[in-house]
């Protein structure tokens, strides 16, 4: 269908007569009850919703029909509604495109696809999304999983509407049902572990897949939001914040200039990891002034949000201590247990340290332990069962109760929020190919956690091959960038370093027009360099400066790769 014109308006086919007689018939897929009664249908006008990395301007107005239809999967009585944004027969350009969701929320949002020619689609889970996310209907009650919820929102919801859509797009434009329907799928943080998601159990779906910090390895990544509170609370240290910025502030300004430019980015933690020691800091003096702001707790580069509270914090003035350096130390090496064998990653050393924010108490003038709510609510709700939003103490907590937990959920959630099945043999034979970034100094979903998962599918899919042979193969398939400086899915307010802003168009030129990317085309949104193109490296790959100027190299530095590589001898299956 790609390229084709339908001459027709939109409102000739934007119709439920029209989009009944599209839908394919009962039997088709397997398990799936479409229900025609339901179809709505209706021009709609809209400034459209650009995924993450979209260059495109929301201020454009696209017409399209909204399409509404649900179905009940065989036998079962449940009602899951799907929801498709059909652009006029005059802009299809044949694609389809899904749009990732966040935190514990598929999209709402199905006008995500306009700016590209494509139909859109989002589903409401079976459980009413839109109003109802994920965590709040995860259980029926105390000690009781709603494990439909739990499996539509993990892969299944995503992968149904992407069917049933796929199937009534040809014959709402008139199209023949075997013309070519692009398929491409674009998300970050939870929606990036949405894209993996599907390239994992749907991988014949999709022609195309962009997915950003995917918070995959949900057992391990959720249960490390409560490692450095641990970390405090095992020490009895809760640092004012104002050290904590010093500390992370201090190592940027020493490990910037490691990779070849003075920037105010360390586009090579791996260098900082091996060439500095942060207790080089102790002795250092901080200063910041009183302020009142905001805070969600989830480690997203300071950002805001509706429900955000209000946080107090006094003026503040000392030096970095030994009991500082400790923690941020303990917090960057990762999680342990008590015979010393490692269970998680962690961040990259300058990354913000936002999990160990304590909190000011004026009437006792102390800084305590604030349980950040991302690691504190999945640890009461998904591990204890019970229908509470975090956990309020630590008391009897170690280490080995860190990781205690995280095996727990290891084994109970392995076949859904897990994510992270390595044999992607599907997608590969069926021609998709998977554009995969993250931010370097992410703060929230740690960056060795996608280069951990990299590795798990360079080594299963092709475990006889030589190291030359496994990556040019890979590469040709699945690619893999760092983002020196950013945060997490976006920029860095601490590092101004460069961000992608055309993934879409990268990965519709690589399947569509066999256009195999090298690198990843990024630009610097501010500080001195503001409005540079770098061109960034295709792991494993990383960038060098020559003597301070615009120009790097991507080089190949074995020590480099061995400090982004972990095992994790404290469980006795494979963590891919």
């Known amino acids: 269908m790609t390229g ?12 439920v007569t029209n989009v009944q007689a599209a839908l394919p018939a009962n039997g088709t897929f397997l398990g799936i009850d479409l229900i025609p009664t339901s179809v709505t249908a209706a021009v709609t006008n809209s400034t459209g919703s650009s995924g993450p990395g979209s260059a495109s301007s929301s201020s454009a107005i696209y017409t399209y029909c909204n399409v509404t239809v649900a179905y ?60 109802s996310a994920y965590d709040t209907v995860f259980l029926y009650g105390n000690g009781s999983i709603n494990w439909d919820a739990t499996y539509m929102f993990s892969y299944q919801a995503l992968g149904e509407m992407t069917q049933v859509g796929q199937a009534v797009t040809p014959g709402f434009y008139g199209a023949s049902a ?24 749907w991988g014949e779906l999709y022609d195309g897949v962009v997915a950003g910090a995917p918070a995959f390895r949900a057992a391990q990544q959720q249960v490390l939001h409560m490692w450095s509170a641990v970390v405090e609370h095992t020490m009895d240290y809760y640092p004012p914040s104002c050290e904590l910025d010093k500390i992370v502030n201090a190592t940027i300004a020493a490990c910037d200039p490691l990779d070849g430019r003075t920037d105010g980015v360390i586009s090579r933690t791996d260098l900082c990891k091996l060439n500095f020691n942060l207790t080089d800091l102790i002795g250092e003096p901080y200063y910041c002034a009183a302020e009142n702001s905001t805070s969600l707790g989830y480690g997203f580069n300071k950002r805001q949000a509706a429900g955000s509270e209000a946080v107090t914090t006094p003026a503040q003035n000392g030096t970095i201590s030994a009991e500082g350096v400790q923690l941020a130390q303990s917090i960057y090496d990762g999680v342990f247990n008590s015979k ?11 990354s913000e340290l936002e999990d160990a924010a304590a909190t000011y ?98 080594s299963v899919m092709y475990p006889d091959a030589s190291d030359e042979e496994s990556l040019e193969t890979l590469q040709d398939w699945y690619q893999f960038y760092l983002i020196p400086g950013a945060a997490h899915c976006g920029t860095n307010d601490l590092q101004p370093g460069p961000w992608p802003v055309s993934n879409m168009g990268v990965i519709i030129d690589w399947v569509e027009n066999g256009i195999t990317p090298t690198k990843l085309n990024a630009t610097v949104s501010s500080g001195d360099f503001e409005g540079e193109t770098q061109l960034l490296c295709q792991w494993p790959t990383r960038p060098l400066w020559q003597g301070n100027s615009s120009n790097f190299d991507c080089v190949n530095d074995t020590t480099s790769y061995d400090s982004w590589t972990y095992d994790f001898p404290a469980f006795s299956t494979p963590v891919y």
């Open 178 to 201: 075997d013309a070519k329907l692009y398929t491409y799928f674009e998300g970050c943080s939870d929606g990036g572990r949405q894209g993996m998601s599907q390239v994992q159990r």
């Open 4 to 15: 084709r014109v339908f001459p027709y308006p939109l409102a000739d086919v934007c119709t």
């Open 361 to 458: 108490d004026s009437d006792t003038g102390a800084w305590e332990l604030d349980i950040v709510q991302t690691g504190g609510e999945f640890v009461s709700r998904w591990i204890e069962l019970l229908d509470a939003d975090n956990i309020y103490s630590l008391d009897n907590v170690t280490y080995d109760t860190v990781v205690e937990w995280m095996k727990v959920a290891f084994v109970k959630y392995y076949d859904s929020l897990q994510t992270t099945e390595p044999d992607l043999s599907n997608f590969q034979s069926s021609g998709g190919k998977l554009l995969h970034y993250h931010g370097e100094s992410d703060p929230s979903v740690p960056a060795a956690s996608s280069v951990h998962y990299w590795q798990s599918v360079r």
């Open 340 to 350: 010393g064998q490692r269970a998680y990653l962690s961040w990259q050393i300058g």
């Open 72 to 131: 009940t999967h065989t036998g079962k009585g449940d009602k899951v509604v799907v929801t498709y944004a059909f652009p006029s027969p005059s802009d299809f350009l044949g694609r389809f495109y899904v749009p990732g969701g966040e935190a514990w929320s598929l999209s709402t949002d199905p006008t995500g696809g306009l700016e590209y020619g494509a139909v859109g689609g989002v589903s409401d889970g079976g459980y009413d999304n839109a109003n």
